[in-house]
């Protein structure tokens, strides 16, 4: 498969033959396995207190010793409170079916959230990503806009690698028509549910994902303050960054070196 070089000023220069793993097929439930490893392996363990519900002395002993609630036969047979003189007497502590009692099945540390993912399912995962963004119904499909006279995967020249000014990437940007991208990337949604109360109100939408030769490039920092655009080398992909939500067909921007390492070193492969 064939696609355009461009320049700095949006210009075809040449063109170039992408490599063998832009051929592979489109396997959506390998992508959504490879991304669902990636979400759970970033969850942090949590629990409820050991003892939570569980701190008052109160316990069910039995009808024949006299204990709990035989003073009463009308009662459940339930651990109470047995404070003499106390508004509290006969109250139902320690279960979950009681006021201020624990939770019946609360989470627990000890669950192992990783899941694991084979070496061939996970590196077949990012090739058929990576074939997904020269797809561009897929493209079309996660809400991008492209214009019709770029060829997909974009793919610029070694120098937009050096720019080391965030408004000389959004110029490179502009000048290849991605304007109504870029603005799309700043209109952010109110979240539905009640995650609005947990200090994630807005959903703000991903957009060009750039792809470098290297990781110390100037621009992994001129281009992170972008809204919505993601900077990531070439060796450093996985199937999370080329689809997002685990839906293929992201906007992406390779350099010329990137697809040079990417067919040289054979990554993926």
């Known amino acids: 498969m064939e696609v355009n070089v461009y320049n700095l000023d949006g210009k075809v220069i040449r063109k170039i033959e992408l490599p063998s ?49 035989s003073y009463n036969w009308s009662l459940a047979r339930l651990p109470r409170l047995m404070l003499r003189g106390g508004r509290r007497i006969g109250r139902v502590v320690n279960v979950p079916q009681a006021v201020g009692g624990p939770r019946a099945h609360p989470p627990k540390v000890e669950k192992i959230w990783k899941i694991k993912i084979n070496k061939k399912e ?20 996660r809400g991008h806009k492209v214009p019709k006279n770029l060829t997909l995967p974009i793919v610029v020249i070694k120098d937009f690698e050096n720019l080391s000014k965030t408004s000389e990437v959004r110029k490179v940007l502009l000048s290849l028509g991605l304007n109504e991208e870029l603005e799309r990337a700043t209109k952010k949604k109110i979240r539905a549910g009640k995650g609005k109360m947990r200090g994630r109100k807005y959903k703000k939408p991903k957009s060009v994902l750039i792809v470098v030769s290297d990781p110390k490039v100037p621009i992994i920092k001129a281009a992170r303050n972008l809204p919505g655009v993601d900077v990531v080398s070439v060796d450093m992909l996985n199937a999370e960054l080329l689809a997002p939500g685990s839906h293929p067909g992201r906007l992406t921007i390779f350099t010329e070196p990137a697809i040079r390492r990417l067919e040289k070193e054979k990554l993926f492969a």
């Open 21 to 69: 793993q832009f051929d592979e097929e489109l396997r959506e439930d390998l992508i959504k396995k490879a991304v669902k490893a990636i979400q759970r392996a970033r969850i942090q363990p949590y629990g409820t207190k050991i003892k939570a519900g569980r701190t008052s002395s109160a316990k069910f002993r039995g009808i024949r010793r006299g204990y709990g609630h």
């Open 122 to 141: 996970r590196r077949k995962a990012i090739r058929s990503a990576l074939s997904a963004t020269a797809l561009r119904e897929l493209v079309i499909k």
